[in-house]
Structures are given as structure tokens and as C-alpha cells.
């Protein structure tokens, strides 16, 4: 019998009865992984610059200071704690800052800096005695557009003299022929939405484009159609427009489309900091029975045991995250739940409770493995051993639930129930792919794990 799970677990809107989860997209991914991201992550490698002519000085900006921003930006940058350039700041900035503008495509991971590093040019290359769009930012989604235009609002708090407007769905609208004319300096948008205003509407002039940014162009050019779209943009605008594209992964098909679009390109490139089980004590857990209920017990075990900060735990399916979180909210836990079933909007609710310490237990699917850098996490459950889509031992997806970046990553501690032979010869397979020893740990004698 199925338990009907109730009240008291925030982001329940789960039907029990449906298992599996839905695959996220890469744009709501990124959404995700954006709002879920306070800080930058430890990335421990060195950016590679490939200059467009080799021969020009190469800068890199130690400082803000050095950059001769306008005090008001500084200030902006100031109040948003950041007190030196990222790694890929460094080198990004001079770059899109530079006289004559230099055209850039740079590729690191999210969370590197790269929002914040152009958001900051587009500011500065603003020109407020001119009434009309001089910058143009393209994001993949609506939503990906308003986490830029946050930032930019942020960035911009003592400059108010400086004005954005979105380009997106819905968010103004022209007649054909009315001579109507967008008046804000800089546009943030989608490209079919910006083609219409620039082409159809007319109610901008794409030759007085400045500055024309790409962001997230991996995204972008998984989505139908907005390569065109981009492409036949792009064509209207001045060859000597300034042309920035950024990325969070580096591939061919990204390289080809970035090529298309930016003529002599510099190229920045931050390899991503990988994962590593370096720093984190790996236990399994033999319970005392099969199936949920035996889990569900060498869970209240751990907690009778262990003092546990805040804790994820990461079930295969809906179905029984559902119902562990039921049973948690029973003993007396405030659970947060969160599967492939709610909204972007629930999600990231969820998520900002648990970061708040609202509730200290995270239950959850594959949802977030990668997304989830939450500090404050010292315990990661695997509830069930992550398993493939051939129902292979899924060592990656082990690596991204408990895996650290930066060498400088704090201590974690890992605990995956075992209630069989399956399972247990999963998790073999598992320690021996990564040659890091996961331990038997001995409910009785927690001494050991603290
Ligand atoms: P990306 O666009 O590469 O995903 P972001 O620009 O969004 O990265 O930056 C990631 C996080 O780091 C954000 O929370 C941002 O506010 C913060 N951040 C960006 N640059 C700096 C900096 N120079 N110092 C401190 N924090 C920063």
C-alpha cells in the first residue's frame, strides 16, 4: 500500500504513483544552476588566451581598479562584494574593454565570472547623451534574459542614468509603421524577439549597435531555429561592431557557430575544474532489509548516530523520494523535496529554503546533481547506488552527488545504502573505477566517522 504523503514537505506537489523524472532542458538546467549559484566556483586551472594578433601586449586586470571604470560602476561592483577580477575576469576584461574594440569568444564553466564580466563592459561602453539602443545582449530563453538583466541591474544601482529594456515575448509592443522608437541604451533579449524589433518594427537601428553579446551560445544553438535567427541579426549589424560570444561548454559545434558569427576572434578558454573524490570519506551502509523500508531504516539510523548538519539524499526514482520524504516529515524532520515533476519556480523555492536552513534534509532525484553546491551539505546519501540508463553503475553521476571542485574543496562525507548483492556489487564497481576505498560503515561505532 502506497503511503499518501501530506503536508509539511515543502516542494510536495508529487504524485506517488509516478516514477521516473523528466528530463530538465539545458536552458532551464542553466536557469537552475544560475540561481542556485552565490559565488564562484574554485577552479584551479589556467586560462588559455589565443590572441587575434599575437604581437599586441597581452593585459591581465589584477584589479578593478586598474580598469578605469566609471566610479559608479566601481561603486556597483563594489556593493556586490566582488573585491577582485575572476580568473577569467583577468583576462576577459581587458579584452572587451579594449581601444579599439576586440572581438572575444570565451568559453569557462558556469559560474566562473562571465555574466558578471560582460554585463560590466556592456556598462561601460554605454554612451547616455544617445537616446537609443547601443548595446545588445542575446540570451537563449526569457528567463536566461532576466538573470542578465538582474545582474545588470545590480551592477548599474548608482548609475541610473544608464537604461535597459527586455527584448522578449510580450515584453513591449509596436505596430508595423508607427515610427515608434526604443529609447534605452541597452537591449536584453531573444533572438526572434529582437529580429522582429530590429527588422520588422523597425523601432530600433541595428547599425548603431556598439557592442553585440552572445551569451550562452551553447544553449543557443540547441534550440530551434535561433542559429538563424542569430545569424541573419548578426548580418545587420556594422562589421565593426564589437562581437562577444560566451559559453559554458567548448565543442565543435560550438567553435563552428562562434566562427560564423565573430570575425577575428581572441579566445579565452578556462578548462572546467573536474569533480574529484579527493577530501571525502566514502561509507556504505549494509541495511537490514531490502527495499524502501530497509533504507528508510539505515536512514533514522544515521541519524540517531551521526550529528548531521544538513544532509542530500538522492533516490532513483519519484516514487520513492516521495514517500522517504513522507516518512522523514513523520519522525519529526523538515524535509525539502525536490524532483523533476515541479516548476522552475518550485525548484528554485525549494532549493533557497534548504540553503536557508529552513529544512536540513534535501530529498531528491537525479534532478540536481550537478547543480547543487550548497556549503553547508556534510552528509550526501545515496539512496539507491546511481544506476545508468543500460542499468550500468553510473560513475559519473556517483562523482557529481559527492564529488568536490578546487583543491582547496571542504571535507565531505558519503554514505550509500546497500540492501543487496546488486547493490552492493554496483558500488564495487564504482570504488574500483575511481581506486578510492568505500568503506563498510558500523552503525554501532559512529566513532569512527566523526
Ligand atoms: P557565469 O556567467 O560564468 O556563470 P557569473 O558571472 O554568474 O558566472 O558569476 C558566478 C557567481 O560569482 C555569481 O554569484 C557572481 O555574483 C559571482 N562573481 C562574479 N564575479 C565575481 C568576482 N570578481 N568576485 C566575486 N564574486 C564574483
Not at 547601443?134 to 544601482?157: E, H, N, Y
Request: proline share 4%.
Amino acid at each position: 500500500q502506497q503511503e499518501q504523503v501530506t503536508s509539511g514537505v515543502a516542494g510536495l506537489n508529487v504524485s506517488p504513483a509516478d516514477p521516473g523524472d523528466v528530463e530538465t532542458s539545458k536552458a532551464e538546467a542553466s536557469l537552475l544552476t544560475k540561481i542556485l549559484r552565490t559565488k564562484l566556483v574554485d577552479n584551479s586551472n589556467d586560462v588559455e588566451v589565443q590572441q587575434n594578433d599575437p604581437t599586441s601586449p597581452l593585459y591581465s586586470a589584477r584589479s578593478f581598479e586598474e580598469l578605469n571604470l566609471h566610479p559608479n560602476l566601481l561603486k556597483g561592483i563594489y556593493s556586490m562584494k566582488f573585491n577582485k577580477p575572476s580568473k577569467i575576469q583577468e583576462k576577459a576584461l581587458p579584452l572587451l574593454l579594449a581601444d579599439p574594440p576586440q572581438n572575444l569568444i570565451a568559453q569557462s564553466q558556469s559560474g566562473t565570472g562571465k555574466t558578471a564580466a560582460f554585463v560590466l563592459a556592456m556598462l561601460t561602453r554605454v554612451d547616455t547623451s544617445k537616446p537609443y539602443p547601443q548595446i545588445l545582449c542575446l540570451s537563449p530563453t526569457f528567463d536566461l534574459a532576466q538573470q542578465t538583466g538582474k545582474v545588470l541591474q545590480q551592477m548599474a544601482q548608482y548609475s541610473p542614468e544608464i537604461k535597459m529594456t527586455y527584448a522578449v515575448r510580450g515584453s513591449r509592443t509596436f505596430q508595423r509603421g508607427q515610427n515608434d522608437k526604443v529609447t534605452e541604451h541597452i537591449l536584453i533579449g531573444t533572438a526572434g524577439t529582437v529580429l522582429d524589433w530590429a527588422v520588422k518594427f523597425r523601432v530600433f537601428d541595428p547599425k548603431l549597435i556598439n557592442m553585440f553579446v552572445l551569451d550562452e551560445a551553447d544553449v543557443m544553438i540547441d534550440t530551434q531555429g535561433q542559429q538563424d535567427q542569430t545569424i541573419r541579426l548578426h548580418k545587420q549589424l556594422r562589421r565593426d561592431c564589437q562581437h562577444v560570444l560566451f559559453s559554458a561548454t567548448y565543442n565543435e559545434e560550438v567553435m563552428t557557430f562562434a566562427k560564423k558569427i565573430i570575425s577575428e576572434p581572441n579566445i579565452i578558454h578556462l578548462k572546467r575544474s573536474e569533480e574529484s573524490l579527493d577530501n571525502i570519506k566514502q561509507y556504505y551502509v549494509w541495511c537490514s532489509a531490502a527495499g524502501d523500508e530497509g533504507k528508510f531504516a539505515a536512514l533514522t539510523n544515521l541519524y540517531g548516530v551521526l550529528t548531521i548538519g544538513q544532509c542530500i539524499v538522492f533516490c532513483h526514482t519519484r516514487k520513492s523520494a516521495a514517500w522517504l520524504a513522507g516518512k522523514m516529515n513523520k519522525e519529526g524532520h523538515a524535509v525539502a523535496l525536490l524532483t523533476g515533476q515541479s516548476t522552475v519556480e518550485q525548484r528554485i523555492a525549494v532549493l533557497d529554503r534548504f540553503r536557508e536552513g529552513k529544512e536540513r534534509l534535501l530529498i531528491t532525484t537525479n534532478l540536481c546533481a550537478r547543480g547543487i553546491d550548497i556549503d553547508q551539505v556534510t552528509l550526501v546519501v545515496n539512496y539507491d547506488i546511481p544506476m545508468d540508463v543500460h542499468h550500468k553503475p553510473d560513475c559519473e553521476t556517483y562523482l557529481h552527488r559527492i564529488g568536490r571542485t578546487g583543491r582547496f574543496g571542504k571535507s565531505g562525507l558519503a554514505v550509500n545504502f546497500v540492501d543487496g548483492r546488486k547493490s552492493y556489487d554496483s558500488l564495487m564497481f564504482i570504488q574500483n573505477h575511481f581506486k578510492r576505498e568505500i568503506q563498510k560503515l558500523d552503525a554501532d561505532d559512529p566513532d569512527e566517522i566523526e
